[in-house]
């Protein structure tokens, strides 16, 4: 006898083989989502880097933090000084 049954493990082997592919597949599905959001640069998840004011204004107008006359006036500024540059 060989102490697996009537079929000597092979529905252990079945249950191994298809829990390796799905095994695979899910692990295809993350790679291509990794790659995805990597080429779209991760779009709606990074906060504006803190070097980049226009953005960063953008948000706060957007927001309602500012006004709309403080937004204007805070983009005048921003573009006079990179002009000046």
């Not at 697996?4 to 695979?24: E, H, P, S, Y």
Request: hydrophobic fraction near 45%; include cysteine; glycine fraction near 12%.
């Amino acid at each position: 006898m060989m102490g697996f049954g009537c079929c000597g493990g092979m529905v252990t082997m079945m249950l191994l083989a298809g829990l390796f592919w799905i095994a695979l597949l899910v692990g295809i599905g993350i790679l291509l989502y990794a790659l995805v959001t990597r080429w779209q640069g991760g779009q709606g998840r990074a906060s504006p880097s803190p070097d980049d004011p226009l953005a960063l204004l953008r948000i706060r107008y957007a927001r309602g933090e500012i006004t709309r006359e403080q937004y204007q006036q805070v983009l005048r500024d921003l573009t006079k000084r990179e002009a000046d540059q």
